[in-house]
């Protein structure tokens, strides 16, 4: 299907969707989720043809970690669409209602956004996840998925469609452009007659193409250069546990922690007993010299390395002398995603969530959380590292805009 037939399409079953009711768009949701499960065998078989195609291209582990489905990542795409389903609608609420003085009662509702384009890398998932959202707001959703996971999510959509029909409900409201050379991606960047919003979800340079050559609005997703700081009144086993979890868990996400700032007052403490627990997972240190002369065993960290988001077994390490120190620096150097501090000091808690610039800043927990499902969003279109519009794991709200309604009984302007 050639694109610009892909827009119309979408174009015309946006208006459909928008009429949609709850009932309807659940009872497809539910029955997009049991078709993955039935299509579980389906899915995995192209998923193994996109493994073995990146593992001929030395496709880092990280990224082959974000590419690759199993059961379990089979069965929380459909528990995701599930749990949109029973989220509440947010369209058709009436948000505000005001009384004027003439008569008038002027009142803003929630609609949805249209058509929202979305431009993606190897994460199969996000498929899933981002028709469950787009259908649940009554949205149109074209995806343009990269080519090292093209097989995998054509099985995907050709799954979600099934349960549509199933339902009664519009098949074109998920479209996947199948075409994926950068030409077609940069055409889809110019569809304004078609396209309402972009969404690019990636790396950086990805992100940046769409930001720097799209003509259609675009909602930026960021890179995750994530922090942890290790404050002077932190309980040791806590930090390393939460900076264990949210350096090893998954690699390849963007909230996984990159880069890691600790007090001086308690590096001569810390450092071995992190050095002893990372080795566990083979994850190489990148320190400055004050950590270097603790533990020699650290390499060099170079001026790249603070800013990095490296997607694999590597952390920065950063040693600060106060939390002004450790704010400055995260500030500096982070992508606007995920924050957190390790303290005991309430004090330290209040003002590094004050005033850390990020779309989500923690105390005491792992970075990984920065997740539409572990928000209780049922899934996410991505996370937003903007300030309009929408910021850090979005949602249904996130999906919608608002209009005036009007109530008049006859007023007249003089």
């Not at 390849?252 to 001086?264: D, I, K, P, T, Y």
């Not at 500030?331 to 209040?350: F, K, M, V």
């Given at each position: 299907m050639e694109l610009m037939e892909i827009g119309k399409r979408a174009k015309e079953v946006s208006h459909l969707l928008n009429k949609m009711g709850t009932a309807q768009k659940n009872n497809g949701l539910l029955k997009a989720a049991q078709a993955l499960l039935d299509g579980e065998k389906e899915i995995l078989?192209?998923?193994?043809?996109?493994?073995?195609?990146?593992?001929?291209?030395?496709?880092?582990?990280?990224?082959?970690?974000?590419?690759?489905?199993?059961?379990?990542?089979?069965?929380?795409?459909?528990?995701?669409?599930?749990?949109?389903?029973?989220?509440?609608?947010?369209?058709?609420?009436?948000?505000?209602?005001?009384?004027?003085?003439?008569?008038?009662?002027?009142?803003?509702?929630?609609?949805?956004?249209?058509?929202?384009?979305?431009?993606?890398?190897?994460r199969p998932n996000v498929t899933a996840d981002a028709f469950g959202l787009c259908f649940k707001t009554g949205n149109a959703v074209i995806l343009k998925g990269g080519s090292d996971a093209l097989q995998?999510?054509?099985?995907?959509?050709?799954?979600?469609?099934?349960?549509?029909?199933?339902?009664?409900?519009?098949?074109d409201a998920i479209l996947?452009?199948?075409?994926?050379?950068?030409?077609?991606?940069?055409?889809?960047?110019?569809?304004?007659?078609?396209?309402?919003?972009?969404?690019?979800?990636?790396?950086?340079g990805l992100i940046r193409t769409v930001v720097e050559n799209s003509t259609v609005p675009v909602?930026?997703?960021?890179?995750?250069?994530?922090?942890?700081?290790?404050?002077?009144?932190?309980?040791?086993?806590?930090?390393?546990?939460?900076?264990?979890?949210?350096?090893?868990?998954?690699?390849?996400?963007?909230?996984?922690?990159?880069?890691?700032?600790?007090?001086?007052?308690?590096?001569?403490?810390?450092?071995?007993?992190?050095?002893?627990?990372?080795?566990?997972?083979?994850?190489?240190?990148?320190?400055?010299?004050?950590?270097?002369?603790?533990?020699?065993?650290?390499?060099?960290?170079?001026?790249?390395?603070?800013?990095?988001?490296?997607?694999d077994y590597i952390l920065s390490l950063k040693i600060v002398d106060s939390l002004d120190e450790a704010i400055s620096h995260i500030?500096?150097?982070?992508?606007?995603?995920?924050?957190?501090?390790?303290?005991?000091?309430?004090?330290?808690?209040?003002?590094?969530?004050n005033e850390i610039d990020a779309a989500a800043v923690y105390v005491n927990a792992s970075t990984r959380f920065t997740d539409g499902f572990e928000f209780g969003f049922g899934a996410e279109i991505g996370i937003s590292t903007q300030k309009l519009h929408a910021r850090g794991p979005m949602g249904l709200l996130e999906l919608t805009s608002t209009k005036y309604i009007i109530y008049g009984n006859g007023q007249i302007r003089e």
């Open positions: 078989e192209a998923n193994s043809q996109d493994i073995k195609k990146a593992q001929e291209n030395g496709m880092s582990q990280g990224l082959i970690d974000r590419l690759a489905l199993n059961e379990k990542r089979i069965a929380a795409m459909a528990e995701g669409l599930t749990q949109i389903a029973g989220l509440e609608d947010p369209i058709g609420e009436v948000v505000s209602m005001k009384r004027r003085p003439n008569g008038l009662e002027i009142g803003k509702k929630r609609v949805p956004l249209g058509v929202i384009g979305i431009i993606y890398e190897a995998s999510n054509i099985a995907i959509v050709s799954c979600i469609r099934k349960g549509l029909k199933e339902a009664g409900a519009p098949e996947l452009i199948t075409d994926t050379s950068r030409e077609t991606t940069k055409q889809l960047m110019k569809m304004n007659q078609y396209v309402d919003v972009l969404i690019p979800r990636g790396g950086a909602i930026e997703t960021g890179t995750g250069n994530c922090h942890i700081f290790v404050d002077e009144s932190a309980d040791l086993d806590m930090a390393l546990n939460i900076i264990f979890n949210a350096k090893t868990q998954r690699i390849g996400v963007c909230n996984a922690c990159e880069s890691l700032v600790v007090h001086r007052n308690i590096a001569e403490t810390f450092l071995p007993k992190l050095e002893e627990r990372l080795s566990e997972k083979q994850v190489e240190i990148r320190s400055d010299e004050a950590g270097r002369a603790i533990v020699p065993e650290f390499v060099p960290a170079a001026e790249e390395d603070w800013g990095k988001e490296y997607l500030n500096r150097y982070n992508t606007g995603h995920s924050e957190a501090i390790i303290t005991r000091s309430y004090e330290n808690a209040q003002r590094f969530l």
